[in-house]
């Protein structure tokens, strides 16, 4: 069997270099003195981007981390030899593994919709075909709609977007409806700080997002279709676009899709960047080429979306489950997850954690499986104190529900939500007042400003955060905050404001102390918000070294030879340098 040399490409390894990996292989392989040279694959991400640029030898299923171009010599002379050590992953116990499946970070993992992410050339369409692409929509045009939208059903697919909303019922819906024009469409703008998952499908595997595409589209008796993807995703944009052309040329998109009599067509829309184009009526506007305002839904887009016509509108990793639904069998991914929330997730774990990257598990999972056995826990043996779940407008989840599972209907009932897919775990030194003032201050300047409650409602939280974080609230101010939130939640006209409160009201459930500790004791328990700390050093543990000296911005920070420095509080602007400077922890916040 040839081998294979898989080299990740996505856009993390890529900003790590990995192109110039790929050139020194092809470089190297051309010096080989065998019968057989490797072949060079350029994949997508395999998600453990910390890590990257990862190479990956099959059938042997060896995987190295962080190559470097100067490894190329080495891995290529241990084909057919021992795995080169030094670039394997150490686990937990420091022992190398050679395969992913021996790597915690793996081990859990259930993939579905990341199959074939990291494992084909995400630009060749053969690649696809031979990992089994197209044979779910071979099977689907073989059947009758409704029999597609049934099977649809009863895997149990909710929307992988954030609504949660069952996959198969709206398709239902807009099937149903009778019109001379339908529209399919993927909604490819993610948003969410922290968030990469659908990037990462587009850029590892476009074709399987775009069969999901051509299944529902025949589904509901759509002829053209929209994918609405993010203007800042550059390779996801351009390997899509390949995908759609290389699909047209082979039948698989176009007229008469493999002889069925079914035509299909869709084009690429770019998204400007606008948080609230997430949103399903303003991702319509945009493309009808208005300003990106979500509409009041007592219509719904099944009955009169884009263009006025019936519409569907799919998440990126909803249409890349329908394929293997349709190949595999709606029982078998009804099997996993939980009762009310089927099949897998993909998230992005980032933040305070020793493991970061992205990870596809199934349903039902808890937080503490996510943060300590994939993640590693928390780095520097420093404590866990919250996760948010779902973007800027998820909730968090403190330690006492770390063994939360993770579903749709478990999340919301703590205050949280699924979202997208990100999670942001914190450890101890995070500040929940100062956190939910960020968020709030980022949804506010993404709020489209339509509806008087989310214009007004999140500006006049976030001016409370604010006064409350520099030491200036009042007690009566968590009442204010909390009647503020509920009114938002409550007649907002989309889901950015009817969620945008989350951060808050979970903040104010969970950690309620620390909001209490900023008015009444007038400091920060974190350490975190610059109007409530100050910056002392230990006269015991000063090394007379000067660093701090050096790195302060403002020249706070005086001293004598062999003297312990001292910080002039009334020009200390608490950047932090200092602290984190000194080698011999000899500064402290107070």
């Excluded at 080989?32 to 990956?56: A, H, R, S, Y």
């Excluded at 937990?92 to 859990?108: H, I």
């Excluded at 969410?192 to 476009?206: C, K, L, Q, Y």
């Excluded at 339509?450 to 968590?478: F, N, Q, V």
Aim: glycine share 12%; proline share 5%; charged share 25%.
């Amino acid at each position: 069997m040839t081998k294979k040399i898989l080299v990740c490409c996505g856009t993390g390894c890529l900003a790590n270099g990995s192109q110039a990996l790929v050139d020194q292989f092809y470089l190297e392989t051309k010096k080989l003195d065998v019968n057989i040279i490797p072949q060079i694959k350029e994949t997508g991400c395999n998600g453990f981007c910390e890590n990257g640029p990862m190479v990956t030898i099959v059938p042997a299923h060896i995987t190295y981390y962080k190559v470097q171009p100067k490894d190329v010599s080495d891995i290529l002379e241990s084909l057919d030899k021992e795995p080169v050590t030094r670039l394997l992953y150490k686990d937990d116990s420091g022992k190398p593994v050679t395969s992913k499946e021996e790597n915690p970070f793996y081990a859990l993992q259930h993939k579905i919709v990341l199959r074939n992410t990291g494992v084909i050339d995400p630009s060749c369409f053969n690649d696809y075909l031979e990992a089994g692409g197209y044979v779910g929509l071979t099977k689907a045009l073989a059947m009758e709609p409704i029999k597609i939208i049934e099977e649809v059903e009863k895997s149990g697919l909710r929307g992988r977007g954030g609504g949660g909303f069952s996959t198969g019922l709206k398709w239902r819906s807009c099937h149903e409806i009778t019109g001379e024009f339908k529209y399919m469409l993927c909604n490819g703008d993610e948003g969410d700080p922290g968030a990469f998952m659908d990037r990462s499908i587009m850029e590892g595997d476009p074709h399987s997002v775009l069969e999901g595409l051509i299944i529902g589209a025949y589904a509901i008796g759509s002829h053209y279709g929209f994918l609405y993807i993010r203007d800042e995703y550059g390779l996801a944009l351009k390997h899509m676009q390949k995908a759609i052309d290389d699909a047209k040329a082979n039948g698989y998109l176009g007229n008469n899709i493999l002889g069925s009599g079914f035509n299909f067509s869709c084009e690429i829309v770019r998204g400007g960047g606008a948080f609230v184009c997430g949103e399903s009526s303003a991702l319509m506007a945009s493309i009808e080429g208005r300003v990106g305002e979500p509409r009041v839904k007592y219509i719904r887009s099944v009955e009169k979306g884009l263009f006025d016509s019936p519409t569907v509108l799919s998440n990126v990793e909803s249409l890349a489950n329908i394929p293997y639904i349709m190949t595999n069998g709606a029982e078998n991914f009804a099997s996993i997850g939980t009762k009310g929330s089927k099949g897998t997730k993909v998230f992005s774990l980032v933040g305070n954690v020793n493991r970061t990257g992205l990870i596809e598990v199934p349903m039902g999972i808890t937080l503490r499986q996510l943060i300590f056995q994939i993640g590693g826990g928390i780095p520097n043996g420093k404590k866990f104190k919250a996760a948010q779940t779902g973007g800027p407008s998820g909730g968090c989840i403190p330690e006492e529900l770390l063994d939360l599972e993770i579903d749709f209907d478990s999340l919301k009932e703590k205050g949280s939500i699924m979202g997208s897919g990100g999670i942001i775990v914190m450890d101890e030194n995070t500040c929940m007042v100062e956190l939910a003032r960020y968020y709030m201050k980022f949804l506010t300047e993404e709020s489209c400003g339509k509806c008087t409650p989310c214009r007004e409602g999140l500006r006049a939280m976030l001016d409370i955060l604010t006064r409350i974080c520099e030491g200036k609230g009042e007690l009566s101010d968590l009442d204010l905050l909390e009647e503020l939130a509920y009114v938002t939640s409550e007649a907002s006209l989309c889901e950015l404001g009817k969620t945008a409160p989350n951060p808050v009201l979970s903040s104010l459930k969970y950690f309620r102390d620390e909001y209490l500790a900023h008015i009444v004791d007038k400091r920060c328990p974190a350490g975190v918000c610059p109007k409530l700390i100050k910056y002392e050093i230990i006269p015991d543990k000063c090394k007379f070294c000067g660093l701090c000296v050096k790195v302060c911005p403002v020249e706070a920070i005086t001293g004598k030879p062999k003297t312990p420095y001292i910080i002039n509080q009334n020009k200390c602007i608490r950047c932090g340098n200092c602290k984190s400077t000194c080698a011999f922890e000899a500064i402290y916040v107070e």
